[in-house]
């Protein structure tokens, strides 16, 4: 069974940049999926990027490309989300979740269609 687990949350003043990263304890494939979500109080969560495994495959949603990047760290064994330009409204969990197949885009960015969870970092950025 996969266990993920993120690191790298803390406060950012707007304009910076923080580095979140995913690790996954249980076996994974090259076409294993991680995936970025992020929750704000009160507000839905909210699909930020994926990648494969491997690192051969990612997609960030067209309103955040230019400032996030997923990626894949060979050293480290994990998944990195890189944010750039942080805004205030980046603040959130931001959560890693783990599926087995890139599947539709459907799929892809549904909360419910992911097998593991992550239990989330708290990111804060400051005006």
């Known amino acids: 069974q996969v266990q993920l687990g993120e690191s790298g949350g803390g406060l950012a003043q707007a304009g910076g940049s923080l580095r979140l990263s995913c690790s996954s304890s249980g076996r994974t494939l090259k076409e294993f999926v991680m995936s970025w979500f992020r929750q704000a109080p009160g507000k839905e969560r909210e699909f930020v990027g994926a990648i494969t495994w491997s690192g051969a495959r990612t997609y960030v949603p067209e309103f955040l490309k230019g400032r996030f990047t997923v990626s894949r760290d060979n050293v480290q064994n994990t998944v990195s989300l890189q944010m750039n330009s942080l805004k205030p409204e980046d603040t959130a969990v931001y959560y890693c979740?783990?599926?087995?197949?890139?599947?539709?885009?459907?799929?892809?960015?549904?909360?419910?269609?992911?097998?593991?969870w992550g239990q989330g970092t708290q990111v804060t950025v400051s005006s």
């Open positions: 979740a783990a599926r087995r197949q890139w599947g539709n885009s459907t799929e892809l960015l549904s909360t419910s269609r992911y097998n593991y």
